[in-house]
């Protein structure tokens, strides 16, 4: 639901569109990071060295596309997330700073359920919230940081006639419509993908209004399969790129996204979201004082809540059935992204 406008909220939008680019083009201080990076990181160490050998116990089954291998697998992470949440809460709590570290620790994450992810939630309010999270999204400079993340996997792929980008979860096919807009016509083959068939039906209306040249599929990222495994998929790509979902997904489900999202890449993956601090607070309220709709005030304070942290993605990568030879990198960019870069490491074995 939108909430009323007036002249005083149509100049307040002026302001916070300065304020939008002024947070989202640097990098703020974040003392909750360095308060928190050793209890993290520590935590990490531990719950890696203890369900890394069970994990890989099930990645054989899990790449031979055993169904009976996918719940145990999920359970095991899922595990290990909330082993590493409970044992990071209690480092923190370790020294004089604990009594304010342990209950910043404790109090930030939650889960919940977001509107757009709501099979009750009306259509047509779904729709809109994608139409909103596109908006943000190019005002909060996402786009253009996934595609400069991208840059160099594209790079990569030059050998191929013409690189193929293909972006999953990618709910109306936003980011791709950017790219298309962004890059000479002809110089990339660019999809979008996602699960929900309302949702690539906008996305693929949208591209044609526009007359960009965007294919769009209906299909389950996590049924992503590689050139090792079926040679003539098409959902195979030279790069593949996932936008502000990851944390839409259980632990167990996004280690299956990153395995499969670097099994079906030629080249890499590139994967972008938020992360779990207090200045993700600060950028989401920003974006709900610009975007004045019940709705997507409701589904960022929820994400803001449900995103996970750089060392969290780390235990991902580490538990994921990743093809061997892949190098990992993890980062953070401005204002409050956490990303994590997959580069192939060769052919198949």
Not at 203 to 222: K, N, Q, S, T
Not at 273 to 297: C, H, K
Not at 313 to 331: F, K, N, Q
Request: charged share 25%; glycine share 8%; hydrophobic share 40%.
């Amino acid at each position: 639901m939108m909430l009323s406008e007036s002249p005083l909220t149509d100049t307040l939008d002026g302001v916070v569109e300065r304020l939008i680019g002024l947070a989202t083009t640097r990098e703020w201080p974040h003392p909750m990071r360095s308060w928190l990076r050793g209890a993290r990181s520590q935590a990490l160490s531990q719950i890696r060295s203890r369900y890394l050998p069970r994990a890989r116990a099930l990645w054989s089954p899990l790449q031979k596309g055993d169904p009976g291998a996918i719940q145990p697998f999920e359970a095991l992470v899922d595990e290990a997330m909330a082993q590493m949440r409970a044992q990071a809460e209690q480092h923190a709590g370790a020294g004089w700073l604990g009594s304010l570290r342990r209950p910043l620790e404790s109090s930030l994450y939650r889960d919940g359920q977001e509107h757009i992810d709501d099979p009750g939630f009306s259509r047509e309010a779904r729709a809109g919230l994608v139409r909103l999270l596109d908006r943000t999204s190019r005002l909060n400079g996402s786009y253009a940081r996934l595609l400069s993340l991208a840059q160099p996997l594209l790079d990569l792929a030059r050998a191929a006639p013409v690189p193929h980008l293909l972006d999953v979860a990618s709910g109306a096919g936003g980011f791709a419509r950017y790219v298309s807009e962004q890059r000479p016509a002809g110089s990339l083959l660019l999809e979008a993908s996602d699960i929900d068939g309302d949702y690539v039906a906008q996305g693929e209306a949208r591209a044609r209004a526009r007359g960009l040249p965007i294919r769009f599929r209906v299909f389950d990222a996590l049924d992503l399969a590689g050139p090792c495994e079926k040679p003539d998929q098409p959902e195979q790509a030279d790069v593949l790129t996932c936008l502000h979902a990851l944390h839409h997904f259980s632990p167990g489900k996004a280690a299956r996204l990153l395995a499969a999202c670097a099994r079906a890449a030629r080249t890499g993956v590139v994967i972008l979201d938020g992360e779990r601090r207090l200045s993700t607070w600060f950028v989401t309220w920003l974006g709900a004082m610009y975007i004045r709709n019940r709705d997507f005030q409701h589904d960022a304070v929820v994400s803001a809540r449900r995103l996970y942290v750089q060392q969290e993605v780390e235990l991902l990568c580490a538990l994921a059935p990743l093809p061997p030879g892949t190098r990992i990198e993890t980062g953070i960019t401005p204002p409050a992204h956490l990303y994590v870069r997959l580069f192939k490491g060769g052919p198949c074995p």
